[in-house]
């Protein structure tokens, strides 16, 4: 089993900048994706970004130019550096690893408990 523990949330000024990390630990060979996903209250979860354990990233169209994904595999880290913080982006961040089973047949997904991150004046 894999977990998955965050950190860096908080309260933060409208054009501030911010950085979440997320550790994984447990019975772990490679992560095949890590990434970060938001959901606030009332809404439903959304990708921010993911990244492969080949560097490859994908970003959500309100992350790019403002957020960076990254990863260490050999601690077995993700985290998410965000510049130009809104108050849209206020939510609780959750980090996330996906392992591939049996060449792709199967996934093993994990998630963290969440970090809140708050954006205001």
């Known amino acids: 089993q894999v977990q998955l523990v965050e950190s860096g949330g908080g309260l933060v000024q409208p054009g501030g900048s911010l950085r979440l990390s997320c550790v994984a630990s447990?019975?772990?060979?490679?992560?095949?994706?890590m990434g970060w996903y938001r959901q606030a209250p009332g809404k439903e979860r959304e990708l921010v970004a993911t990244?492969?354990?080949?560097?490859?990233?994908n970003y959500a169209d309100s992350a790019k130019g403002r957020f960076t994904i990254s990863r260490d595999n050999v601690k077995n880290t993700v985290t998410l550096q965000m510049a130009s913080l809104k108050p849209e982006d206020t939510a609780a961040y959750y980090c996330?690893?996906?392992?591939?089973?049996?060449?792709?047949?199967?996934?093993?997904?994990?998630w963290g408990q969440g970090t809140q991150v708050t954006v205001s004046s």
């Open positions: 996330n690893a996906a392992i591939l089973r049996r060449r792709g047949l199967f996934v093993d997904d994990y």
């Open positions: 447990g019975s772990i060979f490679s992560i095949d994706y």
């Open positions: 990244i492969t354990n080949g560097g490859n990233t």
